[in-house]
């Protein structure tokens, strides 16, 4: 019995394919680009999954694969951009899989606030803006206030997200969010004063448990990017059980019901604040350091949610055990081609263990640092809590530095 799995997070497939052999089948990846797994596929035992070259922007290549797969028993997806493909064609093919309708709902981020503002969950508005109108910044102002956030309402990896303190910033901010590609309406809603969080849950037929919270490290504006995460955070226990009321509060109230969910929020002088919510298990080395802390594979829950049943992990003894874990992104200064990193023979030296994972390979493009594809690779450090590893990660990858190329600059005619 297969598995398949329609693409993937850059990490987690190891774990994931270890999970689908203790259920009895065998994990298939399908994917348009090999590239984005090459460290989990240079370092996994040879065999260990199959993968599957396929346009997986084709829905009818796909389909065609997926026919192709020996016993096919469930379609795991662990990414934003295929959640709905793949509910899709679970559902067309009979398998366990979550409501398509729910899962394009909640990747609508304009739909996840009204939703959550009706219930009675969010306290904050939102307005979606046409952003080349001439009316968008009254709009904003108006519906919204200063300071607020533009954001792209099927956006990902803080792609597509304009900060805004003042009058004189709204008016550029959108006509440069009118000049973008973006996947879906351009949201505006206030800004969030107060540190960012992640909760990491996971639900079955309503049932949600909060398996913990991560730290959030972000940019300075303009750049709006992700520089690192912590797990799992000592909440004081009245808070930790304020953000596990809320956050199935907001779940229920989005439409989430069964499998990992990975809800960023900011801790408000009023309580907690949804930023957005992922049905899915945290990016990055989000999962990786759930099954360090927690001292088991969390993904075996992803199979189970994938092939239709209860997983154990809800029912399951989870004061963590294991080390708290923190992981810091590195990113150049400037575009170009990635050429090496300096500094990586030295992480050895700091307490830890400190390791290296390597997103971009020598030889990459480097198109944009000013979200997270400007991300090279990420040092993940270990600790007796998550704000040693915290400081134990960052003073490591201050010292790794990628050596770029630069990107060539436009002639000045």
């Known amino acids: 019995m297969t598995i398949a799995s329609l693409e993937s997070l850059s990490f987690g497939l190891v774990r994931t394919a270890e999970a689908a052999i203790a259920a009895g089948h065998r994990l298939a990846l399908l994917t348009g680009d090999r590239s984005v797994y090459r460290h989990e596929l240079a370092t996994m035992e040879p065999g260990l999954l199959d993968v599957i070259d396929v346009d997986t922007t084709d829905t009818g290549a796909v389909r065609r694969a997926l026919g192709d797969l020996p016993g096919l028993a469930g379609i795991v997806n662990t990414t934003d ?14 398998l366990p899989g979550p409501d398509p309708a729910a899962v394009r709902a909640l990747r609508d981020k304009a739909l996840v606030r009204d939703a959550l503002h009706r219930a009675g969950v969010g306290a904050r508005t939102a307005v979606v803006v046409d952003p080349a109108l001439p009316g968008a910044a009254d709009r904003v102002l108006a519906a919204v ?94 808070d930790r059980d304020t953000v596990e009321r809320w956050v199935a509060r907001a779940l229920a109230a989005a439409g989430h019901d069964q499998g990992f969910a990975h809800v960023e929020f900011v801790l408000t002088a009023q309580g907690p604040e949804l930023v957005e919510i992922n049905r899915r298990i945290g990016g990055a080395l989000i999962g990786e350091a759930l099954c360090r802390a927690l001292r088991t594979n969390v993904y075996e829950a992803l199979i189970d949610v994938t092939l239709g049943r209860r997983p154990a992990l809800l029912d399951a003894s989870l004061a963590p ?59 993940l450090a270990e600790a007796a809590t998550a704000e040693l590893a915290q400081h134990r990660a960052w003073a490591a990858a201050t010292t790794v530095r990628p050596v770029l190329k630069p990107a060539p600059r436009p002639a000045v005619l």
């Open 81 to 94: 951009t295929w959640s709905t493909p793949a509910a899709e064609l679970a559902a067309e093919l009979v």
């Open 145 to 238: 206030g200063l300071p607020c956030v533009l954001k792209d309402s099927a956006g990902t990896s803080s792609r597509g997200v304009w900060i805004v303190r003042d009058p004189d910033a709204l008016r550029p901010a959108l006509d440069e969010a009118a000049r973008s590609a973006l996947k879906g309406r351009l949201l505006a809603e206030p800004f969030l004063s107060g540190p960012l969080y992640s909760a990491e849950t996971l639900s079955w037929h309503g049932e949600t448990r909060l398996l913990g919270v991560s730290s959030r490290l972000t940019s300075r504006t303009p750049a709006v990017r992700e520089e690192g995460a912590a797990f799992p955070v000592a909440l004081p226990a009245g």
């Open 321 to 379: 055990s294991g080390p708290a874990v923190s992981f810091v992104l590195v990113y150049p200064d400037e575009p170009g081609t990635l050429l090496e990193w300096a500094g990586l023979d030295g992480l050895g030296a700091f307490p830890g263990p400190v390791e290296w994972f390597p997103v971009r390979a020598p030889g990459d493009a480097v198109p944009d640092v000013g979200d997270q594809r400007g991300c090279t690779g990420m040092v």
